[in-house]
């Protein structure tokens, strides 16, 4: 991408942190977490626009500079059920029907028309997520509001599956607008992302080889991919390597080699 606004780690430490949002401690504790975590950024939380299921951040020296990053599954929060089963819409194909999806897309909106409001042609918004945060923010980058002001799209091993990827093929205006400025990032040996290889909806699809870390590997990564694809039983070799993988911090804390 050449016209990028914020470094490729910068938008995965942006998808990453949205975790910060689960647990039960109070939302200005979480929110101070997160911008600990991101204080590097030059980014800090908008708490009005920020919930359980997407954070906005906004540059400090810049406020028109904005950055919306939808939150993946996550199975030990209040909203793991309804993770799950936008999780299974992805597998089937059937996420134009889904609350979460259609929520995130309303409340995305909402964030680009209060910005426009605000900053004019001047507004510059980036995005990214993370497995399900991919899918959904990859979604609602296709509505005409949002990509007007879009510069930057990341995902980083974006759910997917061939059902999922076929429903979301954007029009031949959208291809347009996003194709040059979306990247779809994926680990080699990570299952979720894996029929982004052979049908990508739009933009480049970039894939890492890392080492494999035991100390990253994770029981409820197994059970979020036993849940999402459909596909699992016919996947061979299916183990640790492919649980590590998956993780969100590979793409920030310096495993993945970007070029």
């Known amino acids: 991408m050449d016209n990028k606004i914020i470094s490729t780690e910068d938008s995965a430490l942006f998808a990453d942190s949205t975790y910060h ?26 708490p009005k626009f920020t919930n359980k299921g997407m954070v906005v951040y906004q540059n400090k020296e810049d406020p028109s500079k904005i950055h919306v990053a939808h939150k993946g599954t996550s199975l030990t929060a209040k909203s793991g059920f309804k993770d799950v089963v936008a999780d299974f819409a992805i597998g089937a194909g059937l996420t134009s029907h889904n609350n979460t999806f259609n ?21 510059k918004l980036s995005a990214s997520g993370h497995s399900l945060g991919g899918a959904t923010i990859s979604k609602s980058a296709q509505s005409k509001p949002v990509r007007k002001y879009l510069k930057q799209l990341d995902t980083f091993n974006m759910g997917s599956s061939p059902a999922y990827n076929e429903e ?20 080699k040996k990570d299952i979720i992302s894996a029929s982004l290889k052979v049908n990508s909806p739009f933009g480049k699809v970039k894939t890492y080889k890392i080492p494999f870390d035991k100390k990253k590997e994770s029981s409820s990564i ?38």
Do not use: C, W
């Open 103 to 123: 929520k995130r897309d309303r409340q995305t909106k909402k964030i680009v028309k209060h910005y426009e409001k605000l900053h004019g042609d001047n507004f």
């Open 168 to 187: 979301i093929k954007p029009s031949k205006s959208a291809k347009k607008d996003l194709d040059p400025i979306s990247t779809h990032h994926r680990i």
């Open 21 to 46: 949002m689960n647990g039960t401690n109070k939302r200005e504790a979480k929110y101070n977490k997160i911008n600990k975590s991101i204080e590097s950024t030059g980014y800090e939380v908008v």
């Open 222 to 259: 197994l059970n979020r991919v036993k849940l999402i694809n459909p596909l699992i039983d016919n996947i061979k070799n299916f183990g640790e390597d492919a649980l590590h993988a998956h993780h969100s911090s590979h793409f920030h804390d310096g495993t993945v080699k970007y070029n």
